[in-house]
């Protein structure tokens, strides 16, 4: 992988002269100057544990929203997560005739079916300027390893941006970690090639200007959205201009835009992306979901995050007003050079809006695609896992997430709140607890044995139990339990968290039937 020789000597030297930026309300935000590991390389991944979300409710079931047949005018946004150019992604852009489009060809068809796309540029689009933030010559489309690099300071040629305007993206985010990769300069020149293409853009602003917003306003689909975008660092490179926006150090400058631009009779829903959260961790931060409740409550209608190259879960929050919101902390990477399982598969995700007719606009449902970059021998291309068939591995890891209920397939009609068609059935997916203690049944023909009790949700293949459960290999860890009080215990699947379990079924810690002193967490029917 080709670098430019002067990258690490210089972050090196400019961390040295970071001061550490604490949040305006106290909050630490996460490591906000710690540098990033965006390589290729590594397996680093924390997986989701909702134990670790501070009181937080997250759910892998049907995320549904109490307005969402309601009439009015309607429009769905398409959001994807970090375009994250490794060099091998901008050595097969360079060489294609179709650019930088051949990386996401696979779901490009997705993307331009919304009204409107959204996605999070991660790096600069400078044209000749160095990792120094120098003018030097440009190579035009070739990975030279000064001007356009790779790790870990990125700089892409600046027709990635004409590639995504021509995939149907309208706005993005330059608001993130990389974004000062090429200094002021490289800022200046991000700023100038977006604008000059006519792209959309949050976060960022040219040196020395201080009058412009640091919002973008799109208008698609009878809406009128205003897009705030702000980060929680630059990897400790200084921003001697404040060039870029900060989530938690600047956390009040960016409520006050919230509530201001909801304000206005303009403006139809607010939308902030910011660029938060630990790499390769599944759970949100502390920090990550009180900053976004801030947000919300500010006025905001929709909070995309990103930075994490991994999924996070979404959340529905209700608003001190009683505004249903929505929030998904992390889209993962869109493209990247990363090999790892985890940061290979992420989402297209469909979020539906609608301006009621008493004149309020709310979420009226989200979908997503289940996507996975993937590599051939003629390249790396992102896939729609349900369009191409297998990657089973891949589509379990998103899919248990974030829940079958939600899944859009991609050859079917966009509709993000496909239950107010009533005939629409719900896409089944077999749950991993299926065939054994813990899983569906109608009847004893599909528990491997045990016993079908239909009264509970969808039907619990259990069986009696004293105090102790058999278990069976490649299935979750039994135990018994006492499901009704007026009945004797039966086995059930332990668990750490809600997302291990079924629909309609919870992880509560219960006591064993029969020895009530031992208690673990397990699934079992909700209330």
């Known amino acids: 992988m080709a670098r430019s020789l002067t990258a690490l000597p210089l972050l090196a030297l400019s961390v040295a002269f970071v001061a550490c930026a604490a949040s305006d309300d106290g909050a630490d935000p996460g490591g906000s100057e710690a540098l990033s590991n965006d390589s290729e390389e590594g397996e680093d991944y924390d997986p989701f544990a909702a134990g670790k979300a501070d009181g937080v409710s997250f759910s892998n079931g049907p995320l549904k929203f109490t307005r969402a047949c309601d009439p009015g005018k309607s429009m769905t946004i ?28 696979g779901v490009r068809d997705l993307m331009e079916r919304a009204d409107l796309t959204y996605a999070n540029l991660e790096g600069p689009t400078a044209a000749g300027v160095n ?51 090429r200094r ?11 604008d000059e293409a006519g792209l959309a853009r949050t976060g960022t602003r040219a040196k020395g200007d201080t009058t412009s917003p640091w919002y ?56 902030v992306t910011p660029h938060w959260g630990q790499e390769y961790q599944a759970t949100p931060e502390r920090a990550q979901t009180d900053l976004a409740h801030r947000f919300l409550n500010a006025g905001a209608t929709v909070i995309l995050g990103s930075h994490p190259h991994v999924l996070q879960p979404w959340e529905k929050f209700v608003t001190s007003d009683g505004r249903e919101t929505f929030v998904i902390y992390s889209l993962g990477n869109f493209v990247s050079g990363q090999t790892h399982l985890p940061r290979r598969s992420t989402l297209l995700l469909y979020v539906g809006l609608t301006k009621f007719q008493d004149g309020t606009v709310g979420v009226n449902g989200v979908r ?53 068609d009533p005939s629409w059935v719900p896409p089944v997916q077999p749950h991993p ?38 278990d069976k290999v490649g299935s979750p860890t039994t135990f018994c339990v006492q499901l009704d009080p007026s009945d004797g215990g039966q086995c059930v699947v332990r668990c750490e968290s809600s997302l291990e379990c079924r629909e309609g079924y919870v992880c509560r810690e219960m006591a064993r039937y029969g020895d009530p002193s031992v208690r673990r967490k397990a699934c079992v029917p909700e209330d």
């Open 78 to 105: 398409a959001a994807v997560g970090d375009v994250l150019l490794h060099g091998k992604l901008q050595q097969q852009a360079y060489a294609r005739s179709t650019g930088f489009i051949s990386l996401w060809s």
């Open 131 to 181: 990792s120094a933030g120098k003018d030097v010559p440009d190579p035009g489309k070739r990975f030279d390893g000064v001007v356009y690099t790779s790790y870990p300071m990125f700089n892409y040629h600046p027709s990635l941006v004409t590639d995504l305007i021509a995939s149907g993206v309208d706005v993005v985010s330059t608001a993130n970690n990389h974004s000062m990769d």
């Open 184 to 194: 002021p300069l490289g800022v200046d020149r991000t700023v100038g090639a977006i």
């Open 216 to 271: 973008a306003v799109t208008e698609q689909g009878g809406l009128r959205l205003a897009w705030v975008a702000c980060t929680y660092g630059t990897n400790g490179i200084s921003d001697p201009y404040g060039q870029v926006l900060q989530c938690f150090s600047q956390a009040s400058v960016v409520e006050q835009h919230v509530r201001d631009l909801s304000a206005r009779s303009d403006i139809d829903a607010v939308i």
């Open 368 to 420: 997503y695609v289940p996507l996975h970059m993937t590599t051939r021998p003629d390249g790396m291309s992102l896939e729609a896992i349900d369009r191409v068939g297998g990657l089973t591995d891949s589509r379990a890891l998103t899919v248990g997430m974030f829940g079958t209920w939600n899944v859009q397939p991609p050859e079917e009609a966009l509709v993000t709140n496909p239950q107010c």
């Open 433 to 470: 607890h299926d065939g054994w203690i813990g899983g569906s049944c109608k009847d004893d023909s599909t528990c491997g044995g045990t016993t079908c009790l239909t009264e509970e949700p969808g039907g619990l293949c259990s069986q009696a139990c004293e105090q102790t459960c058999p």
